[in-house]
């Protein structure tokens, strides 16, 4: 973000040559920003790292602090660094302050103040070292943490208790009265909460290695086709379960694709189960277009959409939409984040279109892939 500077610091008073020549070289071959201050909160030393940090070309000896650096709180409100300093009698550190850049970016800082003697013997001045770090990169990490953490304990909760208590009502049932419909019916719900459990764990698994770098490509020929009436035949059953019609549109055109047949399933079948979660009636239709280098496959729905706003953070980890109807089916938010990972890794590109209260397509263009692409590994960043 800033250029490396480095600078001649000015010369305190109170340090000899060699002593000054000696602290002018070891500070300035910090990474970390560092601000020696006096006591009356004005800059004495400083190293090229304070330049970069604070976006600035230079510093005058005996310029205010308060002046220098203004930062903001974890609120984004404004912080008396005077004060803070002023108040500091032992050495402290904090992690929660920001700084505001003229461009309008904004950085995390580490903030480490320490009360010092600057200087040596009886004319050593009080005063006080700040030690800055950017951990913008650190924050964001804690908080993808802090994220994933809360997001699959949560989703985690919910399905293992309703399985729990519908083993434990089967349980009291074959105790009590032996109602065999009954045991089926509690069975079945604690069934498919483990089914939904072994999705996630899936999800998590399959986003673990796709961070890592450790999703490879093998390309093969995919029959589009033979692959899309599988899918269909597969997810049949459910929307009978919810009277929707499960509809196909193919081009007779199609051809095979060269392409990794287990992520491009695997991204038809969270387009599908999408669809099929968040549609109460109607219809939904997959469609499969040749495209002069690859195939075009959509899955259109005639469910609840998706809100403007919520449009643009759809492809995010863990996001979820805080639309009611879609509070009310489980989800981990992970669905469409790791399809996007899959579809950068086989070279293809997503899009949708979504009208709230009417529906929504999501489309992927799949282009032939070259065997020389065989095993490459995923980028780390999609």
Do not use: C, W
């Not at 199609?254 to 599908?272: P, T, V, W």
């Amino acid at each position: 973000m800033k250029n490396e500077k480095t600078v001649t610091m000015p010369k305190a008073k109170s340090f000899d040559s060699l002593a000054y020549s000696r602290l002018t070289s070891l500070i300035n071959s910090m990474a970390d920003s560092v601000i020696a201050v006096d006591k009356h909160i004005n800059v004495v030393l400083f190293n090229g790292a304070t330049l970069n940090i604070l976006d600035r070309n230079n510093i005058s000896e005996g310029e205010s602090l308060g002046e220098l650096f203004k930062p903001l709180d974890k609120n984004n409100q404004p912080v008396d660094i005077v004060k803070m300093v002023e108040a500091t009698k032992l050495p402290t550190t904090n992690r929660d302050l920001k700084i505001a850049y003229s461009d309008g970016s904004m950085s995390n800082l580490y903030l480490s103040i320490a009360p010092v003697h600057l200087g040596y013997g009886k004319k050593a001045q009080e005063g006080f070292v700040l030690l800055m770090r950017d951990i913008t990169s650190e924050k964001s990490l804690e908080e993808e943490r802090d994220e994933f953490i809360s997001v699959v304990s949560h989703e985690l909760r919910t399905p293992i208790t309703i399985a729990e208590g519908n083993i434990s009502n089967a349980q009291l049932i074959v105790q009590t009265s032996n109602n065999t419909k009954q045991v089926i019916q509690a069975l079945k719900e604690a069934h498919n909460q483990v089914l939904y459990l072994s999705d996630m764990i899936n999800d998590l698994a399959t986003l673990s290695r796709a961070e890592r770098g450790k999703l490879t490509l093998e390309i093969q020929p995919i029959n589009i086709h033979d692959l899309i009436t599988e899918l269909v035949h597969n997810y049949q059953s459910e929307a009978d379960n919810k009277n929707l019609k499960l509809v196909t549109d193919l081009d007779p055109n199609l051809g095979l694709l060269n392409s990794s047949k287990l992520y491009i399933r695997e991204i038809m079948q969270n387009f599908i189960t999408n669809a099929l979660k968040y549609t109460q009636r109607g219809h939904i239709t997959i469609a499969a277009k040749q495209q002069p280098s690859g195939v075009e496959i959509s899955v259109s729905d005639t469910g609840i959409g998706i809100s403007k706003s919520d449009q643009e953070r759809i492809f995010d980890k863990f996001f979820r939409s805080g639309d009611y109807r879609t509070r009310q089916t489980n989800g981990t938010g992970l669905g469409l984040y790791v399809t996007m990972k899959l579809a950068r890794l086989t070279n293809s590109s997503i899009s949708f279109k979504s009208e709230l209260n009417k529906g929504s397509t999501f489309t992927i263009y799949a282009p032939n892939l070259k065997a020389a692409i065989k095993n490459s590994t995923s980028p780390q960043h999609a």
